[in-house]
């Protein structure tokens, strides 16, 4: 589906929760497209119920999702007039699997729902949602939740999402929908089928289809899903190795510098040239955070840019404000570092993560833990059943599931560290309380400009319109 009026500007889609409905509203109230995270939506939806829903935000989203006894349900379940008493932890969630049960979903549906509902709310400007093609067991209802919404895009990295666009064909289409889910040492094609009616009946609204962005970080990749309609985006986000999150590895053998990160070279580069040849429009990422940078990637062909650093510092973005605060500050002061570590995303992708302080070295020791579930990975036993493993839970666990010793170094749990970004980390025996782990990009050349304009922090309108000046 061609995409008529491009933005010039994409907010990068940052997890969980960061690139919150309320940073993404802004950013579309501004022209842009504004987009909003798909990661562990669900989750995220549970715990500001439990905290009570200031504001009222989710509970007026979920007032016009289109199944009220769905919506009910959900709301039974989690929401707590007044929010959790003292030292009470969260109530635990369902985890999606490849067949989930059907309150996960429901859960999952409406948390993806609310969250573009509200970024959506009282303008025509559009909204994408941002999804991580790693987590598979999540995708197709988080995407069926975005569509109820009417997002206007979906935005897929970490992973070549070659199923997603025939997954908002059949959506649209009101038909059930279906993802290919990688099972560890199984000769078997798993799954996950999802079908709108069963879960909605007569309440299934008209849906419809979304523009489909891949994010790439070679024109390899852009070639090999030009070349079959059935698996062609509408357009490409071309990712460099410098982007925040979650990064492609290095080309051929893993090297790692003095400071223990991995060492990209020219074969890690997309052809800009190869990429325009595609045909399809596409944005360029990972250090175009500057109005410079913005006309490089127009005069190279491409209709914009893909920015998330500057927005995850900005006003609206979904970090706590202490957080914000701390990096606004050590930005100033110019010790404000982001390194490339190899080893803490249990995706085996390397991860970009701001060195807060205190450091590491000062910092409690984080629980292996494996609770929330988002980046385990499904194995298949030699009974033929499917557990669920990820490297950051305890050691003895996952090795019982079949992983090695030597995949669990240095591995971190994201998805609760993620949660303590956004005011939503877990509350552990003990007293302990889930730390925080924040990704940036490694260019800070455009906040570092954008700061001296804006020395106490700016808002997203400040940053899209010093990004493209009249």
Known sequence: MAITHPPVVIQGGMGIAVSAWQLAREVSLCGQLGVVSGTALDGVLARVLQDGDQGGHRRRALSHFPSPDMAQRVLDRYFLEGGRPPGQPYRPHPTLTIAPARDAIELSLLGNFSEVWL????????????????????NTSAI???????????????????????????????????????????????????DPVDHLGPDLPALRRPHFLAIVSLHVLADYLNRDPEIRPDGFIVEG??????????????VLDDIGEPVYGSRDEADLTRVAAVGLPFWLAGGYATPEKVA??????AAGVQTGTLFA???ESGLTPTLRKTLVSQLADG??????????????????VAELQPTQEDAKPRERICDLGYLRVPVERADKTVAYRCPSEPTHMYIRKGGSLEDTVGRQCLCNALMANVGLG?????????????????DLAGAEQLQSLHPG??????????LLPA
């Open 241 to 254: 190795p410098r982007a925040g999150g979650h990064s492609s590895p290095p080309r051929g053998r893993l």
């Open 426 to 442: 877990q509350l552990r025996r003990g007293g302990y309380e889930e730390e925080p782990a924040v990704t940036l990009g490694q």
């Open 119 to 138: 970024a959506k709310e009282g303008h025509a400007g559009e909204v994408g949602i941002n999804m991580l093609e790693k987590v598979q067991t999540a």
């Open 144 to 194: 069926l939740g975005a569509m109820i919404a009417d997002v206007d895009y979906v935005i897929m990295g970490a992973g070549v999402p070659r199923e997603i666009p025939r997954l908002l064909t059949d959506f649209a289409a009101g038909h059930t929908g279906h993802l290919t889910i990688d099972v560890a040492g199984s000769a078997t094609v798993h799954r996950a089928s999802l």
């Open 296 to 301: 490089q990637a127009l005069a190279a062909g």
């Open 335 to 352: 010790s404000l570092v982001v390194r490339n570590d190899p080893r803490a995303s249990p995706t085996g992708f390397p991860f970009k």
């Open 457 to 466: 922090g700016w808002t997203a309108r400040q940053a899209v319109d010093w």
């Open 313 to 315: 510092m900005a006003e």
